[in-house]
């Protein structure tokens, strides 16, 4: 099972507000997930982004692969640096 850490989107029509979770990759887009890591609010200025760096970095270290623009979300947040900085010291 190859692991993802994606957007779902939630909100009403015409207003989108994101989670970040990590899911199976070949369950759909808005379907089961296995755990939230965060949030994503574009609409907000400027956008609010919450993630758990804790459980973001415990699911890249099991192996999970971020999209591109949640590998974008983690850097603003600064889970992705801590992830590299942990995966180099070992």
């Not at 909100?11 to 296995?34: E, F, H, N």
């Not at 200025?45 to 971020?66: F, M, Q, R």
Request: proline share 6%.
């Amino acid at each position: 099972m190859a692991v993802r850490l994606r957007l779902t989107r939630v909100g009403k029509k015409k207003q989108p507000t994101y989670r970040i979770v990590a899911a199976d990759s070949r369950s759909p887009r808005d379907g089961k997930y296995l755990e939230i890591v965060g949030t994503y609010d574009p609409r907000r200025e400027p956008s609010a982004i919450t993630v758990d760096n804790e459980k973001a970095i415990a699911w890249l270290h099991k192996g999970a692969l971020p999209s591109e623009r949640v590998q974008k979300l983690l850097e603003v947040s600064g889970a992705w640096e801590e992830f590299q900085a942990s995966k180099a010291s070992k």
